[in-house]
């Protein structure tokens, strides 16, 4: 992994050779706040600071000491897809991008699947066709309400599957039947609704699989090595800050 970050870090400047305190940042450094000299009517705080070059040489050292030893890189891997997260990234960005590649794999067996399940209508259809040309009580009347039949199954199966491939496995139950069943029209009900409640449970399997791929993943923290750590710039503030004097 070849990956860079750019980060300020600030302490207060230690007085009478006590340790510089890194842990606790002086201030943020917006360096548009940056000036080469103070505001008239500032003044100094006077203290016994140490300033030479060897003082900064062992600030920085202790910077990364600390570095070294809290700073860490965390990303995330999905091992199903070899699958890493850039470091930074959060958790919920990385998954997103899991089942995008999630769904890629399932996308094929939900094609099969709604050809498998069509293939069933059409043989329901196919033969339901065959008993109404044989049928002497086939009518006008009888003849649209199986059309009707059929577009409903049609339409609930469509909606399972446009829902499980569209919202990324929203759902996977049948959408309630809204029309009426004469009883000469029993069988077709129970050979629509047994494809139906087949194809549920058939995406519901298809979701549990997805949901296992997509939601697999394993944490790594990388820790940096002093010689990870390139210092670019070191600089000597003074930090305006308020008063308060008591009466």
């Excluded at 302490?11 to 000036?35: H, Q, R, V």
């Excluded at 009517?41 to 016994?48: I, P």
């Excluded at 498998?116 to 033969?127: D, I, N, P, S, T």
């Amino acid at each position: 992994m070849n990956h860079s970050e750019e980060h300020n870090h600030t302490a207060w400047l230690p007085e009478a050779g006590l340790a510089i305190d890194w842990d606790s940042p002086a201030t943020d450094i917006n360096e548009g706040w940056l000036a080469p000299e103070p505001d008239a009517g500032f003044s100094y705080e006077q203290g016994n600071y140490s300033t030479t070059k060897s003082d900064f040489d062992q600030y920085e050292a202790e910077l990364i000491d600390m570095l070294v030893r809290t700073d860490r890189l965390r990303v995330f891997f999905n091992p199903v897809f070899g699958l890493f997260s850039p470091p930074g990234d959060a958790l919920d960005e990385f998954l997103g991008r899991v089942a995008e590649a999630a769904l890629g794999r399932v996308e094929p067996e939900l094609k099969q699947l709604r050809n498998r399940f069509e293939l069933q209508l059409e043989q329901v259809r196919e033969a339901q066709a065959a008993k109404g040309f044989r049928s002497e009580s086939l009518n006008l009347d009888s003849f649209i309400s199986h059309k009707l039949h059929f577009f409903e199954s049609e339409s609930r199966l469509a909606d399972m599957f446009s829902t499980l491939a569209g919202a990324v496995f929203g759902t996977t139950q049948a959408r309630a039947r809204t029309e009426a069943f004469p009883r000469e029209e029993v069988e077709l009900h129970e050979d629509l609704a047994r494809i139906e409640q087949e194809a549920s449970e058939a995406l519901t399997t298809l979701y549990a699989e997805y949901l296992t791929l997509a939601n697999e993943y394993d944490v790594f923290e990388i820790g940096l090595q002093p010689d990870n750590i390139q210092v670019i710039r070191r600089m000597l503030l003074w930090v305006p800050t308020v008063v308060v004097s008591s009466q």
